[in-house]
């Protein structure tokens, strides 16, 4: 059985720094395209950033130059390094692990997710 469990999220004044992490357990991810997801209240559920296998990293213009994806395979474990936040990146933040490198940005790709990390930021 798959399972993907986030940790990190929290309550932070903008400005600050949050890092966001994933485990999979039950699937072997070095060569996944491993993704982040963020939904506000109210709204659909967004891409945030994604990283294929080679460790090359995809942003959401939204978020490019303050957020960081990596990867740890040894660990099966991805990272969202958040700089920078904005009261507008409140969100439930959601990774995701896919089996493609075509449209990373789109749900579909994803074949597990995870159940999400509420980040709250301050004004």
């Known amino acids: 059985q798959v399972q993907l469990v986030e940790s990190g999220g929290g309550l932070v004044q903008a400005g600050g720094s949050l890092r966001l992490s994933c485990v999979v357990s039950g699937r072997i991810v070095s060569r996944d395209t491993l993704g982040w997801f963020r939904q506000a209240p109210g709204k659909e559920r967004d891409f945030v950033a994604a990283i294929i296998w080679t460790d090359y990293a995809i942003y959401n213009d939204s978020v490019k130059g303050r957020f960081t994806c990596s990867r740890d395979n040894a660990k099966n474990t991805v990272y969202l390094q958040m700089n920078s936040l904005k009261p507008e990146d409140t969100a439930v933040y959601y990774c995701?692990?896919?089996?493609?490198?075509?449209?990373?940005?789109?749900?579909?790709?994803?074949?597990?997710w995870g159940q999400g990390t509420q980040v709250t930021v301050s004004s």
């Open positions: 995701a692990s896919g089996g493609g490198i075509v449209g990373v940005a789109t749900k579909s790709l994803y074949d597990y």
